[in-house]
């Protein structure tokens, strides 16, 4: 079974803090993506990566920053943590473009 | 640009009723339709894959259908343990497109 492990389920930090959100996969995945969930909107695509030092923005990438050096690890970095940064921040993998996305279980994420 | 809406947004049922979620898109060039479960507090959860208009999948009391506009998650004599949100995504362009969710409550 494809595993996808994010680093803490549950983070609390200050504002303006740099967070760092850990995110790895042990299915030689290609793709990697990084979501935020909050009720009422849904899944928002942050940030996805198709490759090793790859990148590319989604639809809400305004305040975050990501860091991919291997395959198998996606890091989600907030610059300078702000309190409607508090979420739900889920990552997942994929492998073929027509499969599906491998999720973890997500850190939920509080901002003071 | 590719678009996913599920309803209703929120389903009560009698253990034992039964009943279906809808997905409705539109998508250029579909290459693949999830079903995704998600418990509160926890990630999203694979169902199914659907390819292609006609197919079907099934898993217990689940069953996946798909025409060209639209996939059903058909809930047969659903249990008090099937309660969760239910996802649907298309894959169109590179990247996937989320429904926001039907969330199904299931009373004993």
């Known amino acids: 079974d494809v595993k996808v492990t994010q680093s803490s389920r549950y983070l609390v930090k200050r504002t303006g803090e740099k967070v760092f959100l850990e995110c790895v996969q042990d299915m030689d995945h290609e793709n990697m993506f990084w979501y935020r969930q909050d009720p009422g909107l849904g899944l928002r695509l942050i940030y996805f990566s198709y490759d090793v030092k790859m990148k590319e923005k989604g639809d809400i990438p305004e305040g975050y920053s990501v860091s991919r050096e291997k395959k198998e690890r996606f890091s989600l970095i907030l610059e300078s943590a702000s309190t409607n940064q508090t979420s739900m921040y889920l990552c997942?993998?994929?492998?073929?473009?027509?499969?599906?996305?491998?999720f973890g279980d997500g850190t939920r994420l509080s901002i003071l | 640009e590719d678009q996913v809406t599920q309803s209703p947004e929120a389903l009560r049922l009698q253990e034992g009723e039964s009943s279906s979620l809808n997905c409705s898109y539109t998508v250029s060039g579909l290459r693949g339709l999830f079903w995704y479960r998600q418990d509160p507090g926890k990630g999203p959860e694979f169902l199914f894959t659907?390819?292609?208009a006609g197919e079907e999948k099934e898993k217990e009391r689940l069953k996946a259908t798909l025409t060209k506009k639209e996939s059903f998650l058909h809930i047969t004599a659903p249990k008090p343990e099937d309660s969760a949100t239910y996802l649907c995504?298309?894959?169109?362009?590179?990247?996937?497109?989320f429904g926001r969710g039907t969330s199904l409550i299931v009373h004993p």
């Open positions: 997942a993998s994929s492998g073929e473009r027509n499969q599906p996305q491998h």
């Open positions: 659907l390819y292609s």
């Open positions: 995504a298309v894959q169109g362009s590179y990247i996937p497109t």
